[in-house]
């Protein structure tokens, strides 16, 4: 069993950055895989970007890529998401999940942080 919580969500203007941390305990965390998803008000979850557990990362939606960066930290157990140039249709609540799928690692879910891009 692993549990997560993420962290570092907030306000930010258009343009900001944040950083998102999603610690995890129990289970192995080096064995895992994991990814990064978000949910808009009225819209349905998707996939933001994923990590392997060799580090392998992947960005599974075009909007993001350029801008955003997954990466882990193994000594930590703690998976980052960075968020660069947000863009108000960045706003939403961001998930960190977790699984051995490499390709869908959504065994385990945090409670999710909000990000908010104002305008």
């Known amino acids: 069993q692993v549990q997560l919580v993420e962290s570092g969500g907030g306000l930010v203007q258009t343009g900001g950055s944040l950083r998102l941390s999603c610690a995890a305990s129990?289970?192995?965390?080096?064995?895992?895989?994991f990814g990064w998803f978000r949910q808009a008000p009225g819209k349905e979850r998707e996939s933001v970007a994923r990590i392997a557990w060799d580090g392998r990362d992947t960005y599974d939606a075009d909007f993001v890529k350029g801008r955003f960066t997954i990466s882990r930290d193994n000594a930590k157990k703690t998976v980052y998401l960075q968020m660069n140039s947000l863009k108000p249709e960045d706003t939403a609540v961001y998930y960190c999940a977790a699984g051995y799928n490499r390709y869908k690692p959504t065994t385990y879910w945090g409670p999710g942080t909000q990000v908010t891009v104002s305008s």
């Open positions: 129990g289970g192995t965390f080096s064995s895992y895989a």
